[in-house]
Structures are given as structure tokens and as C-alpha cells.
């Protein structure tokens, strides 16, 4: 199950039936099920908490995800700053609601297993990224 909460901030125009599949299809992909994953759509100062709090973290970010993987089923919670993401679709001149289906499926990448912060890796993940933005309906 997929569900998508909002605290703080107004819940963003999702098109939840369509993006759950999407969600799926880029999961089977990679020989994945879908468990339970819980987006939160939260403000900068929201994730700036999250992150001090739970990873020790003292900056803002666009998303922080907590794997609750299970063998070849993917279940987690996801929490997205939507200021980030309006910000970083201004930055990289992209359409916001691209930019947010980008950080919605950048977290089930990385539940997937695919990481960013190792060398070679961001080019990965934005591969990875490209080719589920394809995916997109």
C-alpha cells in the first residue's frame, strides 16, 4: 500500500492511481514488490528537523528515506520537502511537477538499492531516474 500524507504544507496535485502503478512498474523493474510506503510532503524547516533528528544531519534536503525492505519487497517511509523541490526545479530550469515525480521515484530508487553518494553513483541514480520519468503515463 501507498499512501501520501502531508503535514504542514498543501498535499501536491498527485495523481495517486497513475503514480502508485508508476511506483510499481519502476519497482518490477528491478524484481521488486511493492510493501508499504508512506510519503510525507513536508516544508524545509519540517525536513531539516527530520534530518537533525533521525540521521545527525544538519542541512536541508529534498528527500530523506527510511528502508523497511524485506528480501525483494520494498516498504519505507519517505519524506519530501516540497520548498526543496519548488527551489531545485527553478535551479535545474525543469517543470515542478517533474521534478517532484523525480524526488517521488528518487526514493523508491533508492530503495531498490541504488545509491548517490559514492563515486560513479549520482550518475547512476540520475540514469536511473531518467529512465523511470520515461515510465512515467
Not at 2 to 28: E, F, H, L, Q, S
Not at 112 to 117: L, Q, V, Y
Not at 122 to 131: G, K, L, S, T, Y
Request: glycine residues 8%; negative net charge; contains cysteine.
Amino acid at each position: 500500500m501507498i499512501t501520501y500524507n502531508a503535514d504542514g504544507v498543501r498535499m501536491p496535485a498527485i495523481k495517486k492511481r497513475a503514480t502508485n502503478a508508476w511506483i510499481k512498474a519502476v519497482a518490477a523493474s528491478y524484481g521488486r514488490k511493492v510493501g508499504e510506503i508512506g510519503y510525507l510532503f513536508v516544508d524545509d524547516e519540517k525536513i531539516l528537523e527530520v534530518n537533525r533528528e533521525y540521521l545527525g544531519h544538519d542541512y536541508y534536503t529534498d528527500i530523506i528515506t527510511f528502508d523497511y525492505d524485506e528480501d525483494d519487497t520494498i516498504s519505507g517511509d519517505l519524506v519530501i520537502s516540497l520548498d526543496t523541490v519548488r527551489s531545485n526545479a527553478e535551479l535545474f530550469g525543469k517543470p515542478y511537477d517533474e521534478e517532484l515525480h523525480r524526488v517521488i521515484i528518487h526514493g523508491i530508487l533508492h530503495l531498490c538499492g541504488i545509491n548517490d553518494k559514492g563515486p560513479g553513483e549520482r550518475e547512476q541514480m540520475e540514469a536511473a531516474e531518467n529512465r523511470a520519468l520515461a515510465l512515467l503515463p
